[in-house]
């Protein structure tokens, strides 16, 4: 794999320099762009803040979500999990 043009972003005042790898650019532009994104949505809410603290808002929330996503994703897979048990166990029934 190679390695495409070393990439710099600004992220609350802080240089965030990025080399991805090509097939890579994207999801980094993509993540920066959320992050961005989450911090003006915070800023126009609460003007107030201090970058450190919007920072750790930003983390907290995407943090959040995540682990809200991995427990749903888990969910459904111990659902599916159950139905193909059903299915298979239907289809044994039947086969006799």
């Known amino acids: 794999m190679t390695i495409s043009q ?4 600004n992220v609350l005042g802080c240089k965030v320099k990025y080399r991805p790898l090509e097939n890579d ?4 532009k993509a993540v920066i762009e959320f992050v ?3 911090i003006e949505e915070l800023k126009s809410k609460r003007p107030l803040l201090r970058d450190t603290d ?7 929330k995407v943090a959040t979500e995540k682990m809200q996503l991995e427990d749903e994703y ?3 897979i111990l ?3 159950e139905s193909l048990q059903t299915a298979l166990q239907a289809m044994s029934l039947e086969a006799n």
């Open 6 to 9: 070393e990439k710099e972003f």
């Open 25 to 28: 650019s994207q999801n980094a």
């Open 36 to 38: 961005l994104q989450e």
């Open 54 to 60: 919007i920072a750790v808002l930003v983390a907290l």
């Open 74 to 76: 888990k969910a459904n």
């Open 79 to 81: 659902k599916l999990e």
